[in-house]
């Protein structure tokens, strides 16, 4: 949880959706040695903030997002996209539905009071971003914040507000689930977000990233990931079992044998076990324990009998 985070149980949540898009169109229009400032004040980051400008940095200058110092004609184009996508009204409409059916299903969870959500612009010239990650991601399992990135596609313009969906469950179960964070958690919080966003949005509006992972290739995914629970310490110990072998091997990690994002298929698969065997929906499971979930879908913990 970040400094500052309130968590609270009430049935308020205020999804506060930062809606950048003329803030991008403007600073595309920069000198470039401009737009790294322009960047910051948009995101509320003090150029005296060393970590926080660090942060940024990196992000568009070594991660997934745009290139701040790089002038590419194409993305304003691919800016006009996602809002003639209605990128970030898809982001309000549907984070609000996912909190109104969180609630419908299990109120007075705890969750954060407030939740900030920001999407930028990716980077095109990555191809395991557009090609393998098909162009757009989250990261919200911070309590109060969700960041995505997305390059618009065929296939990614109508699903950007599900991917927020995705983020949400995250944001949710973190305050609601103790302990120790392991491998187990993390494709278990893949697995309920994948299912809770299938709850809200419907079939087809997510499962892209791991839609090859089926069959025979699932069954030796399953017994990859699920035989390294309990191993590990830390997330580059983890990452090549949830994120696979291609973004392990960028990252400098040991590829294990799996294919990408096959965690989020096994979480997937395991999570569904549970919810056939208990009857639950993925509202309700969102905040029940890890080892409940593992134990209901048939897998007996590391170490235990």
């Not at 002038?71 to 982001?91: I, M, S």
């Amino acid at each position: 949880m970040t400094m500052g985070t309130v968590l609270t149980t009430s049935g308020q949540m205020e999804i506060v959706v930062h809606d950048d898009a003329a803030a991008m169109a403007g600073l595309f229009e920069l000198p470039v040695a401009k737009r790294l400032g322009a960047l910051a004040a948009m995101r509320g980051v003090s150029e005296f903030d060393e970590p926080a400008m660090k942060q940024l940095k990196q992000i568009h200058e070594q991660g997934d997002g745009f290139r701040v110092g790089v002038d590419d004609p194409r993305y304003p184009a691919a800016l006009k996209r996602l809002v003639d996508a209605d990128a970030w009204g898809q982001l309000k409409r549907d984070l609000a539905r996912a909190w109104e059916y969180q609630q419908s299903v299990l109120p007075g969870i705890h969750h954060a009071e407030t939740v900030d959500v920001v999407l930028t612009l990716g980077n095109p010239d990555d191809p395991v971003f557009i090609e393998s990650t098909k162009g757009y991601y989250g990261m919200g399992s911070v309590p109060g914040r969700i960041w995505m990135v997305a390059w618009p596609t065929d296939y990614n313009a109508s699903r950007i507000g599900a991917c927020g969906v995705h983020e949400l469950a995250h944001n949710i179960r973190t305050p609601n689930v103790g302990g120790h964070f392991d491998l187990e958690q993390w494709v278990i919080q893949e697995g309920l977000a994948e299912v809770f966003t299938v709850e809200v949005c419907g079939p087809d509006s997510t499962g892209g990233w791991y839609a090859p992972v089926t069959g025979k290739l699932l069954d030796s995914t399953w017994h990859k990931v699920t035989e390294a629970f309990g191993t590990g310490h830390s997330f580059p110990d983890w990452t090549p079992y949830v994120l696979g072998d291609e973004v392990a091997g960028r990252m400098g990690l040991r590829p294990v044998g799996v294919p990408h994002m096959g965690g989020y298929a096994v979480g997937r698969a395991i999570v569904e076990r549970y919810l056939a065997a208990t009857g639950l929906k993925a509202a309700q499971a969102i905040v029940r324990p890890t080892a409940e979930i593992l134990a209901g879908a048939g897998l007996a913990p590391k170490g235990k009998p």
